[in-house]
């Protein structure tokens, strides 16, 4: 089976939602230079994020309601980790506040310089073989429209300024050798409003202005940001922080002649712009907000797909970035059955238009494709306790240091919060939702795995022995109710365990690595529906393995196989080759390595 042909995607749903090539949904997104069309291979397949039915508040009876339908149908998508666009509504205010140019609005006198510099980032800070401290990647700025003023394509490291990260400068040898890499000049701010107003602009925090799905409000807010990004910039892979949620909407734009735009329709075939046509309504807005410029694109991988595009054991090793370079890692590649890859899921983010909210704990890539302005709300979700425990799981084993916030580190190792407000404000929750419709069934659930999540991990959230067995007991036999949602079946991948069982596989984030950089065991957790026959032959219990080896700090996979010693013979091979990219390249596709001798005689 392909990575999806034009006719499968007529008729392949993940979660409701088309399946596409994802060469075809890109083919209609304005790309950056930097992030090529050709360097995609042909293997992916994406859904396009949803747009979400909901009407805005309204009031009757001097009582304030949120449209149900929408929100039911936001959780369904969340609860599964696909991000959402949601009504464009919770956005107006922010709107509201700036203006039609959300331009002219940043770079207002009242708030344009700031008090003290600020560091951008330039594109490629973070990206596959960088050094995360390297001064190469910073820019010291003055004022919100530095972003934006144009410089010189590129410029060598040793004129980018000495900013020390995290308390700490770069090394020499990091110095050394990336002396002469030359750094595209584009840059990306991203100011938080956390900061001391002494070092902060004054500028509104619009990202307070955004209107949050009733069931993530029981939580705490972690952070606001404004972030300015010029056509180009890229943030590469990652997570959000803390096991967050996001929200995000980019500010309204003026078009100039600068403005960059998906090609026009009518230069496609005539037989193919119904199937284009198809795909632009699922992409971008225009019957919500015709006037609206793409601003940003944003790949996500579902949950537990982050050991396809971050490498952190090889990270560790070689002190450098390792990362999928999803817009230069050709067919070859990757395995040879594409269904074998995660499901990718596209977002666009439109200026002025729907808000996009993402989901905790799913790698992503953003790239900016016109100059622009985003304003973003982050938070922690109570029902989503179990995506907390993820990433601190997660984050234990990386070699920099990730953002935990105060909310996690501070009340969440206070007893008397976790015991005494956490715990109690959960049950009522769950005694108020009957389960009697999927909206609520799923508030029940979650109430359920946000206790579990609590009674289980001793480390991340301060409870009393007796508390904590407390709670084991009511989720086990305890509340009849909640046992039987703990016991009940849910899918994992091919196999159905218990919601508990689910739960504890989520929590093992190191289980895709029976050999560190070495060999990966394949996350197997797309529908069974969109595998292959050749997966589908095999018992459910069958593991994937391909091996694993980095080219400029990309991973570059092997053939698949059902145990560790069968791909250990091509990855010794591969290692060899691993500094030669296109040798390694043309022995992935021919599977015959290159003979020295037989190159001199023809």
């Given at each position: 089976?392909?990575?999806?042909?034009?006719?499968?995607?007529?008729?392949?749903?993940?979660?409701?939602?088309?399946v596409?090539?994802?060469?075809?949904?890109?083919s209609?997104?304005?790309?950056?230079?930097?992030?090529?069309?050709?360097?995609?291979?042909?293997?992916?397949?994406?859904?396009?994020?949803?747009?979400?039915n909901?009407?805005?508040?309204?009031?009757?009876?001097?009582?304030?309601s949120?449209?149900?339908?929408?929100?039911?149908?936001?959780?369904?998508?969340?609860?599964?980790?696909v991000?959402?666009?949601?009504?464009?509504w919770r956005?107006?205010?922010v709107?509201g506040?700036?203006?039609?140019?959300g331009?002219?609005?940043?770079?207002?006198s009242?708030?344009?310089?700031?008090?003290?510099?600020?560091?951008?980032?330039?594109?490629?800070?973070?990206?596959p073989?960088?050094?995360?401290?390297?001064?190469?990647?910073y820019?010291?700025?003055?004022?919100?429209?530095d972003?934006?003023?144009?410089?010189?394509?590129?410029e060598?490291?040793?004129?980018?300024?000495?900013?020390?990260?995290?308390g700490e400068?770069?090394?020499?040898?990091?110095?050394?050798?990336?002396e002469?890499?030359?750094?595209?000049?584009?840059?990306n701010?991203?100011?938080?409003?956390?900061?001391?107003?002494?070092k902060?602009p004054?500028?509104?925090?619009?990202?307070?202005?955004l209107v949050?799905?009733?069931?993530?409000?029981?939580?705490a807010?972690?952070?606001?940001?404004?972030?300015?990004s010029q056509?180009g910039?890229?943030?590469?892979?990652?997570?959000?922080?803390?096991?967050?949620?996001v929200?995000?909407?980019?500010?309204?734009?003026?078009?100039?002649?600068?403005?960059?735009?998906?090609?026009?329709?009518t230069?496609?075939?005539e037989n193919?712009?119904?199937?284009?046509?198809?795909?632009d309504?699922?992409l971008?807005c225009?019957?919500d907000?015709?006037?609206?410029?793409?601003?940003?694109?944003?790949?996500?991988?579902?949950?537990?797909?982050y050991?396809?595009?971050?490498?952190?054991g090889?990270?560790?090793?070689?002190?450098?970035?390792?990362?999928?370079?999803?817009?230069?890692?050709p067919?070859?590649?990757?395995?040879?059955?594409?269904?074998?890859?995660?499901?990718?899921?596209?977002?666009l983010l439109?200026?002025g238009s729907r808000?996009?909210?993402?989901?905790?704990?799913?790698?992503?890539?953003?790239?900016?494709?016109?100059?622009?302005?985003?304003?973003?709300?982050?938070?922690?979700?109570?029902?989503?306790?179990?995506?907390i425990?993820?990433?601190?799981?997660?984050?234990?084993?990386?070699?920099d240091?990730?953002?935990?916030?105060?909310?996690?580190?501070?009340?969440l190792?206070?007893e008397?919060f976790?015991?005494?407000?956490l715990?109690?404000l959960?049950?009522s929750?769950f005694?108020g939702?009957s389960?009697?419709n999927?909206y609520?069934?799923?508030?029940?659930r979650?109430?359920?795995?946000a206790?579990?999540?609590l009674?289980?991990?001793?480390?991340?959230?301060?409870?009393?022995?007796?508390?904590?067995s407390?709670?084991?007991?009511?989720?086990?036999g305890?509340?009849?109710?909640?046992?039987a949602i703990?016991r009940?079946a849910?899918?994992?991948?091919?196999?159905?365990?218990?919601?508990?069982d689910r739960?504890?596989?989520y929590?093992?984030?190191?289980?895709?690595?029976?050999?560190?950089?070495?060999v990966?065991?394949?996350?197997?957790?797309?529908?069974?529906?969109?595998l292959?026959?050749?997966?589908l032959a095999?018992?459910?219990?069958?593991?994937?393995?391909?091996?694993?080896?980095y080219?400029?700090?990309?991973?570059?996979?092997?053939?698949?196989?059902?145990?560790?010693?069968?791909v250990?013979?091509q990855?010794?091979?591969?290692a060899?080759?691993?500094?030669k990219?296109q040798e390694?390249?043309?022995?992935?596709?021919?599977?015959?390595?290159?003979?020295?001798i037989?190159?001199?005689?023809?």
């Open positions: 089976m392909g990575g999806g042909t034009r006719d499968e995607a007529t008729d392949a749903r993940y979660y409701g939602l088309r596409y090539p994802l060469v075809d949904v890109l209609r997104v304005p790309l950056p230079p930097l992030c090529p069309l050709a360097g995609v291979s042909k293997k992916w397949r994406c859904v396009i994020v949803p747009k979400i909901e009407v805005s508040e309204h009031v009757s009876g001097g009582i304030c949120v449209d149900r339908t929408g929100e039911s149908e936001a959780l369904k998508f969340l609860d599964s980790g991000p959402c666009r949601l009504g464009r956005s107006e205010a709107y506040i700036t203006g039609s140019d331009m002219k609005f940043v770079t207002d009242r708030w344009n310089e700031f008090p003290k510099p600020k560091i951008a980032f330039k594109a490629g800070w973070a990206g073989g960088t050094h995360m401290e390297s001064p190469a990647y820019q010291l700025i003055s004022s919100f429209k972003v934006f003023e144009r410089a010189p394509k590129g060598k490291t040793n004129e980018a300024p000495d900013i020390p990260v995290d400068a770069a090394t020499a040898e990091t110095r050394d050798e990336e002469d890499t030359v750094v595209p000049n584009i840059l701010l991203q100011l938080f409003h956390r900061e001391d107003p002494s902060c004054a500028i509104p925090v619009l990202g307070e202005s949050w799905p009733s069931f993530l409000e029981d939580g807010i972690c952070d606001n940001a404004t972030r300015l056509r910039a890229v943030t590469w892979w990652h997570l959000d922080d803390s096991g967050e949620f929200q995000q909407t980019a500010l309204p734009l003026k078009t100039s002649n600068g403005t960059f735009w998906p090609p026009p329709l230069t496609l075939p193919q712009r119904k199937y284009f046509t198809d795909i309504r699922e971008y225009v019957d907000t015709a006037e609206s410029i793409p601003v940003k694109l944003f790949l996500y991988g579902p949950k537990e797909s050991d396809w595009f971050m490498h952190d090889e990270s560790a090793t070689s002190g450098k970035v390792a990362a999928l370079d999803i817009f230069n890692t067919d070859e590649a990757l395995p040879g059955d594409p269904t074998l890859l995660p499901i990718i899921h596209v977002a439109e200026s808000p996009l909210i993402s989901p905790p704990n799913i790698p992503h890539i953003v790239v900016t494709l016109n100059d622009c302005i985003m304003v973003e709300q982050r938070r922690l979700a109570y029902l989503f306790m179990e995506e425990s993820y990433f601190l799981q997660k984050c234990a084993h990386w070699s240091n990730p953002i935990i916030y105060d909310h996690v580190e501070t009340d190792q206070d008397s976790v015991a005494g407000q715990i109690p959960l049950m929750v005694s939702h389960g009697l999927p609520e069934e799923t508030i029940r979650r109430v359920v795995m206790l579990f999540t009674a289980t991990h001793e480390k991340h959230y301060k409870l009393s022995t007796d508390s904590r407390s709670l084991h007991t009511l989720l086990h305890g509340n009849a109710e909640m046992s703990l009940q849910v899918s994992y991948g091919r196999r159905v365990v218990s919601l508990e739960l504890k596989a929590w093992e984030v190191q289980q895709y690595w029976p050999k560190p950089g070495c990966m065991r394949v996350p197997l957790l797309t529908p069974p529906q969109l292959s026959s050749e997966i095999k018992q459910v219990t069958v593991d994937w393995f391909v091996p694993v080896v080219a400029a700090s990309s991973p570059v996979f092997g053939a698949e196989k059902n145990s560790v010693e069968e250990s013979e990855y010794f091979t591969m060899k080759l691993c500094g990219r390694l390249l043309a022995y992935l596709r021919t599977r015959v390595e290159r003979d020295s037989l190159d001199e005689l023809f």
